[in-house]
């Protein structure tokens, strides 16, 4: 606990082809919660509103989220004369790329014995953990800001605008809000993090941090409350005013990917991970566990979304700076304090 | 002029130049378009905006798009006629609009309505102004960007809505008021509906408030922004709910009392400052106050005819027909010239969910009007655009719009 661990512990190599296997199957694990995390939005945002949500395709509407793909898909991909081509059409592919590789990172369990090989029950490792989440997360910034800009549009740009002055300017205070989880914890790797809380989940300790990395995690995923980047009252549809079809679609899954991967870091640097408190399940019950851990802080996204009006752009700036980033810098100053202290 | 070239011509009337910004850069305005689709400009608004970054410097609001003709189109149509014509107006309103309309034209001919009736039309408008204001909440709280609300509103609006198609059989424009009365009486057990209605509408309101008032973000949107001051709105003519919000007290149910209004008990909800906030609290303080007019016009309903009997303005029963001379010759008079009123002109203002909503109406002694003009509450109210939002950010002219709550039915005509 004394000494910062630069470098992640990797008890184990594991060969190219488990490593090419594990990436496929973390490729599908996403893009299958993607459709999942559409539906529970709309079925529970219907359900906290007194409708019933989509319940026309598929067996209690499950299929929805397959039939509006499939239609976006077969639009026309329209694009208008004052656009950036290239820019415009690869724009949503960066918001994409950087949701999934962020997923890669995200431990479901420890590592399991199959069939005679270990294998570790996340797609990577990395010695520098968390900030490879947050490397990719400043990334996605371009995919919203260059599509904004290359639209032509002046309601694009505008939205562009806001968004890439939202995202950097929360990026701090999420940032901040973990650094009190590494110092405790003494590692980067996120299994590392999961492993440390197994005497007590980080919310506790870390409460203030948990709530400032939740509501930085709002502006970061561009949910509302907090999705000035594409305000409809305001902007028509922000940097995706003139996206449709195919392109609104993956800026659309990207959208609930991030979602569902800040839902998936709370549950891995707050919420214990793969651990449950005062059972030790057997380890092929760790996924599952992340996985409902992760739907109910979705849930929360939902809540939210149904419940708050969304903040003025000066006012949501003001919160981030003025409110957030201070104390977010307490919160690690007193940690550091404390972990010296006891040490 | 072709609609491009009308653009361009007022995106240039806009007399701003590039300023100076420091560091030998150039600062330059951007005009952006919003509207007339546009989704928080309440219908076909089109307002032309130059911002400084985020912030709000000039407004053109060009309105037009609905433009219907009604007026013109109510010259050409017998009296009795034109009540559905009217209500198509602000079809949020269509109570008050038959009603002002009704009312001049009862002044002109000087007919008595029963008070059965008057207390019908009473309950009828503020179920109304109720179902008004709750649209006016839900589309606000969509601009503001909390969605949940709106659905909730609309629960309510549904359960007018019903009240109105069971006792006119429509549910929108319901064209219940006659000239001299109302169409119909309400059918059996329609009264103890509207009493539960208000029991949980009651409930319902505080319900809204505890979701909104002690809401943050909600505050901050609404405390201090679009804030106009009493002169100004005077100047203007503003009235209804936004005046109100500056602390003049001035409503026409309590000013001029029509339709039997003073036989009721009630409060003129007022705010202090005139921001957004005391509009959202005045027109929330209206539901609860118009609950309670209704409720002591259940209570209060008077015996007797729901229309006038002067066989001249409205139609004999349907019974009296098979056995009266008379009456089938009235209503054969009725159906196919109309009634005639005498030369003249009178101008009858009433409080419309938006506020003064007032008919003028010409006669020349046919039975047609020479003119109809509809003073609409939301035409002069959307002059107080400009001078509440400029200078502020687009978030709060959003804001302040939803506020204004125009209906741009009433707006063109």
């Not at chain 1, 929805?64 to 639009?75: E, H, T, V």
Request: hydrophobic share 45%.
């Amino acid at each position: 606990m004394s000494v910062l661990v630069p470098f992640a512990e990797v008890g184990f190599a594991e060969s190219w082809w488990i490593q090419i296997i594990k990436a496929v199957v973390i490729f599908l694990v996403g893009f299958t919660l993607v459709p999942l995390a559409l539906m529970l939005d709309r079925k529970l945002m219907g359900r906290m509103q007194m409708r019933y949500g989509p319940n026309r395709v598929g067996p209690y509407g499950a299929l929805q989220p397959m039939a509006d793909i499939g239609k976006l898909l077969f639009k026309q991909q329209f694009r208008p004369r004052t656009s950036v081509g290239f820019l415009f059409a690869f724009a949503p592919v960066i918001s994409m790329i950087c949701a999934a590789a962020t997923f890669a990172i995200i431990p479901f369990g420890g590592t399991v014995d199959i069939f005679g090989t270990e294998v570790g029950l996340y797609g990577i490792d990395v010695s520098i953990g968390i900030l490879f989440a947050f490397a990719f997360s400043g990334l996605s910034v371009y995919g919203l800001m260059l599509g904004g800009w290359a639209s032509g549009s002046k309601y694009s740009f505008l939205g562009a605008m806001r968004s890439a002055a939202q995202l950097i300017s929360y990026e701090l205070a999420m940032g901040f809000s973990i650094l009190g989880i590494v110092i405790t914890a003494g590692t980067l790797s996120l299994t590392g993090i999961v492993e440390a809380q197994s005497g007590m989940w980080y919310i506790v300790p870390q409460f203030v941090g948990f709530c400032i990395y939740i509501v930085s995690a709002f502006a970061e995923t561009g949910r509302p409350p907090f999705d000035l980047s594409e305000a409809e009252a305001e902007l028509v549809g922000g940097y995706s005013t003139e996206y449709g079809g195919g392109r609104f679609a993956t800026y659309y899954a990207a959208e609930y990917f991030h979602m569902v991967i800040a839902s998936a870091i709370a549950v891995t640097m707050f919420l214990g991970g793969w651990q449950l408190p005062f059972v030790d399940p057997p380890t092929w019950v760790d996924p599952i566990v992340v996985l409902v851990k992760t739907v109910l802080v979705i849930c929360v996204f939902v809540w939210a979304r149904t419940t708050f009006p969304r903040p003025r752009y000066d006012q949501l700036m003001a919160l981030g700076w003025k409110i957030l980033l201070p104390l977010a810098t307490a919160n690690v100053i007193v940690t550091a304090i404390i972990v010296v202290v006891t040490d | 002029m072709s609609a491009l070239s009308d653009y361009r011509r007022r995106e240039q009337s806009i007399s701003y130049s590039a300023e100076p910004a420091g560091m030998g850069l150039e600062q330059e305005l951007m005009t952006i378009n919003m509207g007339p689709h546009h989704p928080s400009t309440h219908g076909v608004l089109r307002l032309i905006l130059t911002l400084e970054g985020e912030i709000v410097r000039d407004i053109k609001p060009i309105i037009g798009y609905v433009h219907t003709g009604i007026e013109k189109t109510a010259e050409q149509k017998a009296y009795w006629k034109v009540i559905p014509v009217v209500e198509r107006m602000d079809y949020l309103a269509y109570y008050f609009n038959s009603y002002a309309y009704c009312g001049a034209v009862e002044k002109l001919l000087e007919v008595e309505v029963p008070k059965r009736a008057q207390y019908l039309r009473v309950i009828h408008m503020e179920l109304n102004r109720i179902m008004s204001h709750l649209v006016w909440l839900g589309t606000s709280c969509i601009d503001l960007g909390a969605i949940g609300v709106w659905w909730y509103c609309f629960r309510e609006r549904e359960a007018v809505l019903d009240l109105f198609e069971m006792s006119s059989g429509q549910r929108m424009h319901t064209r219940y008021f006659q000239v001299g009365g109302v169409i119909e009486d309400i059918p059996r057990g329609w009264a103890e509906r509207v009493k539960r209605f208000t029991q949980t509408m009651r409930h319902r309101s505080e319900q809204y408030s505890a979701l909104l008032d002690k809401n943050e973000i909600f505050l901050q949107r609404m405390r201090n922004t679009g804030t106009v001051d009493e002169e100004t709105l005077l100047d203007l003519g503003v009235t209804g709910p936004l005046l109100r919000a500056t602390g003049n007290p001035w409503d026409l149910r309590k000013a001029a009392p029509y339709c039997s209004y003073e036989d009721f008990r009630f409060k003129i909800p007022v705010g202090t400052t005139g921001d957004n906030y005391d509009r959202y609290r005045v027109r929330h303080a209206e539901i609860i106050e118009s609950c309670e007019i209704i409720d002591q016009a259940l209570d209060g309903l008077p015996e007797g005819p729901f229309i006038t009997e002067d066989r001249k303005v409205a139609l004999p029963p349907r019974h009296e027909l098979a056995t009266s001379m008379e009456a089938l010759i009235h209503h054969f008079k009725l159906v196919t010239e109309g009634f005639r009123v005498p030369p003249g002109e009178v101008y009858f203002p009433i409080e419309s969910p938006r506020g003064e909503l007032g008919c003028f109406v010409r006669s020349d002694g046919s039975s047609k009007p020479a003119r109809v003009h509809m003073r609409d509450p939301s035409f002069v109210n959307l002059q107080a655009t400009a001078p509440a939002s400029r200078d502020t950010y687009i978030a709060d002219l959003v804001a302040t719009l939803a506020m204004l709550d125009p209906v741009l039915g009433g707006v063109d005509r």
